[in-house]
């Protein structure tokens, strides 16, 4: 969200508030960086700790600290809109609009409680799971709007809740990444490097398919190199990806966020699998899609997760897996090989990430909606050049 915050906060005084982690708030070099970042930007970051355990007891307090945070900054600054980030940020929201009346956006950001039932870390129909559920309704039927990362979900809330959602104001922006520095390499990849980007120990990856995948590659091509980039245990990992150790050249390590996009742009071929399928991935806009077609790298998806497999469809931009079999993955490794035969693959990668995932168009769409709510109007042609001789009013006040 701060690269989104980067543009928006030249037309409203931006107010964050966060909480972090033991973890987060012990590195104080991050902390510090963060700091300075929001002041350059004139962004007011008061982060607040979160605890974890005990286990329900120590994020209801979290909870709570969150909500007097909030109400403080409605009541004595006057902040005019509350952007509330996921779930329980929009309850604090709920809340306080309940008492102050001040409008809040519901960024959804994907179906929550579908994914923790997913990843086996909430039971469907226990207590905590219809609180959620209804928790999800009266935000979806209160909030001043409702952002969603994919139309999928649209389509599944609005069966779901006809009712709460008659009328209300919908927007859909994709999780968008930064595509000044994911960019395609100017220079051909000396070897063969098939990769994975991302968690793959979360609950909600298939890393069986993923096995799967590279298996069918080595087959197809002995000499190729293949990487897993991740901040998950590498042992851990490898032992659910290649128990027999029958992938050779297999490669499993982290890199620094800053350095992603170099990790990415030697790969051919970048592969994700969720647990599609599942209700819960309908909301999935993975970032490390945005990233990977940034570069001018294809991907190798399954069908079912958010809008994936009709971004993959669309833009010709990738492979869509049927199945975890081994026939399905040597179908997919020879679907894969025609696709990069195509001289235009690079460039349609990267022109799908522009149309769908630019930061600047995001940024653009939530400041399009805190307008709209914020009852202001602009002009199309003035661009976003911000005004050094004045500053955003005070009911402009945005409270993340």
Request: charged content about 30%; hydrophobic content about 40%.
């Amino acid at each position: 969200m701060i690269s989104y915050l980067h543009g928006l906060s030249r037309d409203h005084r931006i107010t964050l508030i966060t909480l972090e982690k033991p973890e987060d708030r012990a590195d104080a070099g991050a902390m510090a960086r963060a700091r300075r970042d929001c002041e350059a930007h004139g962004i007011d970051w008061r982060p607040h700790p979160f605890y974890g355990r005990p286990r329900l007891l120590a994020p209801a307090w979290s909870q709570l600290a969150m909500s007097a945070a909030v109400l403080r900054m409605a009541r004595s600054e006057d902040a005019g809109l509350i952007h509330a980030r996921s779930y329980l940020p929009a309850g604090v929201a709920w809340f306080v609009r309940r008492l102050t009346g001040t409008p809040f956006i519901f960024d959804m950001r994907a179906l929550w409680p579908e994914e923790m039932i997913t990843a086996g870390r909430l039971k469907r129909g226990s207590i905590l799971h219809r609180m959620l559920q209804r928790l999800e309704r009266l935000c979806l039927r209160d909030a001043a709007a409702v952002v969603s990362l994919t139309e999928a979900a649209v389509d599944y809330l609005k069966e779901r809740y006809p009712e709460e959602l008659a009328g209300q104001r919908i927007r859909v922006i994709p999780t968008c990444a930064n595509l000044e520095r994911f960019t395609p390499s100017n220079e051909p990849s000396q070897h063969r490097v098939y990769g994975c980007v991302g968690t793959v120990l979360s609950g909600w990856f298939r890393v069986e398919w993923l096995s799967a995948f590279f298996r069918a590659m080595a087959r197809n091509q002995p000499d190729a190199r293949f990487e897993v980039v991740t901040r998950d245990d590498p042992d851990a990992v490898r032992a659910r990806l290649d128990p027999k150790n029958e992938i050779a050249n297999l490669s499993i390590f982290a890199s620094p966020h800053e350095r992603v996009h170099e990790v990415v742009r030697r790969q051919v071929a970048s592969a994700m699998f969720y647990a599609g399928g599942e209700v819960s991935e309908l909301g999935r806009s993975p970032t490390r899609m945005a990233e990977v077609l940034g570069c001018g790298v294809p991907v190798i998806a399954n069908d079912g997760v958010g809008d994936v497999a009709r971004i993959i469809r669309r833009y010709r931009v990738g492979v869509i897996v049927e199945d975890g079999s081994d026939a399905a993955m040597d179908k997919a490794v020879d679907e894969l090989e025609r696709l990069r035969q195509d001289p235009d693959l690079a460039a349609r990668c990267r022109r799908a990430a522009e149309e769908v995932f630019s930061l600047h168009r995001g940024t653009e769409a939530y400041r399009a909606l805190y307008d709209e709510i914020l009852g202001r109007d602009r002009d199309p042609s003035v661009q976003d050049e911000p005004d050094v001789d004045s500053a955003p009013a005070a009911e402009d006040r945005v409270t993340i």
